[in-house]
């Protein structure tokens, strides 16, 4: 006969199985005790993910399981507060060590199960590295620095963590001692040379290196014709006199000064930079029998000599002096000839010249052919023209390569209104804000300077935009009796 259990009564021997099913199963839901992992089975435990990438790394078990296993996380054999199936990861402390996990189980319906998984890892992490871009003026005694390319920024896995940023500058690709910082001044020494930056993007367990690098100028194409580092305007009067507008590199000026007389025979003149290697900005003049002459500056508002350094020129219809067009190191002269071609008269950097080449063609609707130097911000000198477009007068940008060529950006639309001016040029950094700019004289003789933003658009592409806002102002006014203004 069954003995009734006195609360429930059921049969004594029913209400003792039941215990036993009961405390199996709060058993089971024990989280395990600490103990080494000879202790378990010999069973296998995986561990799936990545052991750089994986936010979670899960723990699956290869016994039949009724979902009751129990786990404890191990890093580098030692026990951590983690009992879930899955561990969730602190890179802070758990990078650079070895994972492993152990499971335990008892079921009611496939006995008890141990095991312990093998090694897993190192943990670690990444850098997602963006590349950055030179900013800055490629001149003796400024500064360059690199900046992020766009809007990424760099990351990190597995989860987001603190990063750091170390620098280190090259000259030619050796490094420079001490140049350590994230600014950079430019020296002397680094004229003619390639200048780059590593950045080296870290965080707890890794690194990440990125490099930009420029060809330095051997001198800068407007680097101030009296020597103060600003860039400055020529204008010839009615009477010959050739003046020098000296600006101030806040967008204004100081005194003028008249520089030269008898200069009224010449149809063409330029400004091309240091042409000769002294370190001293230079004037090139063409005369009416196609004769080039170089006037050497003495780097104070003067002049050191002058001589003749071509002839035959007379066939070309414009003249652009763009600095280091093929970045050599060296200022050079850019041709168009009557039948559209354009011409690149490599500088020799000693007042004469390399082999001359045809770098394009199709040239030959364009008027008011100049070059501010780099304009986009690539460091790169361009060239800028204006197409009639029924009467829109648009100003178009040829982006130079740095090779001697163009690049991407092949005529693109910066501009209009600008058909009918007098004159049309490029000064370099007036303003002294970084960027190169571009003048304009109408015909009411009002010179208005137009503020470039290339920095900008070498950060961000098109979205950076071409011009500043304002985009430009009027820097002075009564110059529609000059002859030419340079």
Request: with cysteine.
């Amino acid at each position: 006969m069954d003995v009734l259990s006195p609360r429930f009564g059921a049969p004594a021997r029913r209400w003792f199985a039941t215990a036993v099913v009961l405390l199996t199963f709060i058993t089971a839901l024990v989280a395990l005790p600490a103990r080494p992992a000879a202790a378990f089975g010999t069973e296998i435990v995986t561990i799936s993910g990545d052991p750089v990438t994986s936010v979670q790394l899960c723990a699956t078990v290869s016994w039949p399981t009724d979902g009751l296993s129990q786990y404890r996380w191990l890093l580098d054999g030692q026990p951590t507060a983690a009992t879930g199936r899955c561990y969730t990861r602190d890179p802070l402390n758990d990078t650079g060590k070895a994972l492993s996990v152990q499971a335990e189980e008892t079921s009611r319906n496939f006995g008890y199960h141990a095991g312990s998984s093998a090694a897993f890892g190192p943990l670690g992490t990444r850098v997602e590295t963006v590349p950055v871009v030179l900013v800055g003026q490629p001149d003796a005694g400024h500064e360059l620095w690199p900046e992020f390319l766009g809007y990424n920024r760099p990351t990190t896995k597995p989860t987001a963590l603190p990063i750091s940023y170390t620098y280190a500058w090259t000259r030619d690709g050796a490094p420079i001692p001490g140049a350590t910082e994230a600014r950079y001044t430019v020296q002397a020494a680094d004229r003619g040379r390639r200048l780059g930056v590593i950045v080296t993007m870290g965080t707890v367990g890794s690194s990440a290196p990125v490099t930009a690098s420029i060809l330095v100028p051997a001198t800068r194409r407007a680097a101030g014709f009296n020597g103060d580092g600003t860039a400055d305007l020529f204008a010839r009067t009615a009477a010959g006199d050739l003046v020098l507008y000296p600006g101030d590199g806040r967008g204004g000026w100081l005194a003028p000064q008249t520089i030269g007389r008898g200069w009224g025979g010449f149809d063409t003149l330029l400004a091309p930079g240091d042409f000769d290697g002294d370190g001293a900005a230079d004037v090139i003049a063409r005369d009416a029998a196609g004769r080039l002459f170089l006037y050497q500056g003495n780097g104070q508002g003067g002049w050191k000599g002058a001589w003749q350094i071509g002839q035959g020129w007379g066939g070309f219809n414009a003249l652009v002096a763009p600095g280091d067009f093929n970045g050599d190191g060296t200022n050079d002269l850019i041709a168009r000839d009557t039948a559209g071609q354009l011409w690149l008269y490599p500088g020799n950097g000693r007042g004469g010249w390399l082999g001359a080449r045809v770098i394009g063609t199709g040239w030959g609707s364009l008027s008011g052919l100049t070059s501010p130097g780099d304009f986009d911000g690539d460091f790169a000198p361009d060239v800028l023209g204006i197409a009639y477009d029924y009467g829109f007068g648009h100003l178009k940008l040829y982006g130079g390569s740095g090779a001697g060529g163009f690049g991407a950006r092949q005529g693109s639309y910066i501009g209009d209104g600008w058909w009918g001016l007098r004159f049309v040029g490029g000064p370099g950094d007036f303003n002294g804000d970084g960027d190169a700019d571009v003048f304009s004289v109408n015909a009411a003789g009002d010179l208005t300077m137009y503020w470039g933003i290339g920095s900008m658009h070498a950060r961000y592409g098109d979205a950076g935009g071409d011009w500043r806002n304002p985009s430009s102002s009027v820097a002075g006014w009564g110059w529609g009796g000059f002859t030419a203004v340079f």
